[in-house]
């Protein structure tokens, strides 16, 4: 996989991969990553549910 991502750095293609800690992420963006999702679905999904509950809590009484 470092070599893919090497040769795609070197050509100006844009790398782009998760992130998982902050570390990691750092680490991607030293590597040449350009596109680096810092979070995860779960968070993503945990905003939505509670976006969810709070709109049905004011507007659902």
Same mark, same amino acid.
């Given at each position: 996989? &470092? +070599?893919?991502?090497?040769? @795609? #750095?070197? @050509? &100006?293609? *844009? #790398? %782009? &991969? *998760? %992130? $998982?800690?902050?570390?990691?992420? /750092?680490? +991607?963006? #030293?590597?040449?990553? !350009?596109?680096? /999702? ?8 945990? !905003?939505? #549910?509670? %976006?969810? $509950?709070? @709109?049905?809590?004011?507007? %659902?009484?």
């Amino acid at each position: 996989m &470092g +070599k893919v991502r090497l040769s @795609a #750095v070197e @050509a &100006g293609v *844009p #790398v %782009g &991969g *998760p %992130g $998982f800690r902050v570390d990691d992420v /750092n680490e +991607k963006a #030293v590597d040449g990553y !350009q596109l680096i /999702n810092h979070g995860s679905t779960t968070g993503a999904l945990k !905003q939505t #549910v509670h %976006g969810w $509950f709070d @709109a049905y809590t004011v507007y %659902g009484r």
